[in-house]
């Protein structure tokens, strides 16, 4: 049912001094009691509550200014999910921060958010109809949902059990959802899996009674700016079990979201043609759920890596290397491309490294300009990562006895061997990894991120690529 009502959200400085007019002042006086930066709601003649904005701390970042400032966009989605269907307008009446109002309605509309398919009961989600603010434009406000819409799309994916979304059924939802946007979807058969030599797909699928799946997706707008096109490799397992090396404890509990890196790798390329980027760009999304079964691979197995580079399997676990090592060399031979971007939920060592605040990034032969534009997109999005080193010492992590590679270390810097598994099979290209294992799904609400999938990082590459095209 909806409600005819427009909410209106004012905004207001943490510290003010001296309110500008009676309101404020009445406003002032009920809120005094509130402590900073609080929410207050006040049914004035008109439904509308007012929102005493933290003021940026003297020594404090900006980015963890617009974090702080996001974390409120969270609240507020919250209370207005309590509203199902309510509609909202938010004005700054004295904040006068363009950006940062602009942080703060993106991420209310992210955070509006929720997996309630299975839910009895599934709530109207309220809008936001309009952004009164000085700086903003309606077409910021457009812009802002529609980027909101991409990233709240690929959380739907990763929600979804395997139950409801096996490999086969993540690559149609994926190619339903980027055909209408002018991209090409190519769903592979077994059969081409097979002549392309997918050993580490093949591999992890023996253990599934599922097909597995390899979507190619290209974005190629007639103007372009680059002959050889940008790949992004996702890391599609729907389900990780562990294989043979079945996960134990609670280490299997959220592995339904083994998947996001596909995901993310479609809602980059969604992004990118919803904003008609002049790039050309591919997504290549392996998929398979990492069961177990009668044939399933076991450790001391050999495989074959896009036909060629055999791998011993000491670890069924360390599956998603093995599909992604295959999509990465099938890009490498098949596109030579300008770079390749890999992100994957890969390594608990990543989570345990940074925690669940950022993306571990790793990176080989990435030109300096490039460097400059992943920095300058984190900011502007305000999704934070961190660099990891991949040192060639550790490069012996990887020598077998038996075979060229192993498919996995020792255990230390498992981060970083895993991103040298997937770097080996990209020749000469410039090579980013960005292992997402920390940050993909959140079991609790953490400042901006609602609990549940988190889609973190499709706004920054999709940034990155929209900088990049202007270089
Ligand atoms: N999908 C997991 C990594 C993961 C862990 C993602 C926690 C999200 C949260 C991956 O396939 C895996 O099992 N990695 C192993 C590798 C090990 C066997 C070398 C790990 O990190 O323990
Ligand atoms: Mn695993
Ligand atoms: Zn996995």
Not at 5 to 21: E, I, Q, S
Not at 121 to 140: H, W
Not at 183 to 193: C, D, P, S
Not at 319 to 325: C, D, F, H, T, Y
């Amino acid at each position: 049912m909806k409600n005819n009502k427009v909410y209106r959200l004012f905004l207001l400085k943490g510290n003010r001094k001296n309110p500008a007019d009676a309101e404020q002042m009445y406003v002032k006086r009920m809120a005094a009691d509130q402590p900073k930066g609080s929410w207050t709601d006040f049914h004035l003649p008109e439904p509308h509550a007012y929102l005493w904005l933290p003021e940026r701390g003297a020594d404090e970042a900006r980015v963890d200014y617009l974090l702080r400032v996001r974390t409120w966009g969270r609240r507020w989605a919250d209370k207005a999910r309590a509203l199902p269907g309510s509609r909202w307008a938010l004005t700054d009446l004295e904040w006068q921060d363009a950006e940062a109002v602009r942080a703060l309605a993106e991420s209310f509309l992210l955070n509006l958010y929720v997996f309630d398919t299975y839910k009895a009961e599934r709530k109207a989600a309220p809008e936001l109809t309009a952004v009164e603010a000085e700086g903003v434009t309606a077409a910021d406000l457009t812009a802002m949902r529609e980027r909101a819409a991409e990233v709240n799309w690929v959380k739907s994916l990763v929600e979804r059990p395997v139950s409801d979304l096996n490999a086969a059924a993540f690559a149609r939802e994926m190619a339903a959802h980027l055909k209408p946007l002018g991209v090409t979807a190519k769903l592979w058969t077994r059969k081409e899996m097979e002549k392309a030599g997918m050993g580490g797909l093949l591999g992890v699928n023996r253990g599934s009674v599922d097909e597995p799946a390899f979507a190619e997706f290209i974005y190629k707008p007639d103007n372009a700016r680059n002959a050889k096109p940008v790949v992004l490799v996702g890391k599609g397992v729907v389900f990780d079990a562990g294989g043979m090396n079945i996960k134990t404890g609670n280490y299997m509990d959220d592995m339904k979201t083994d998947m996001a890196g596909g995901a993310m790798a479609a809602g980059i390329l969604a992004l990118a043609a919803k904003q008609a980027l002049p790039l050309y760009i591919v997504a290549l999304v392996p998929a398979t759920d990492n069961r177990l079964n009668g044939n399933a691979l076991v450790p001391g197995d050999i495989i074959r890596i896009g036909g060629e580079t055999s791998v011993e399997i000491v670890n069924t676990d360390a599956e998603g290397r093995l599909l992604l090592a295959d999509a990465t060399a099938y890009a490498h031979k098949h596109y030579a491309p300008a770079a390749i971007i890999s992100m994957a939920t890969l390594t608990g060592a990543a989570s345990r490294a940074i925690g669940t605040k950022g993306i571990v990034a790793m990176r080989e032969r990435w030109p300096e300009a490039m460097a400059q534009c992943l920095e300058r997109a984190s900011e502007d999005v305000q999704e934070r990562y961190c660099l990891f080193p991949m040192w060639p010492e550790y490069d012996r992590e990887l020598e077998s006895a038996v075979a060229e590679l192993k498919n996995c270390g020792s255990g230390v810097a498992g981060m970083i061997t895993a991103a040298k598994f997937v770097g080996h099979f990209a020749g000469k290209t410039p090579f980013l990894h960005l292992d997402v294992a920390g940050v993909a799904y959140y079991d609790k609400d953490e400042s901006a991120w609602r609990k549940g999938a988190t889609g973190m990082g499709v706004r920054w590459i999709g940034r990155f690529l929209e900088l990049w095209s202007k270089k």
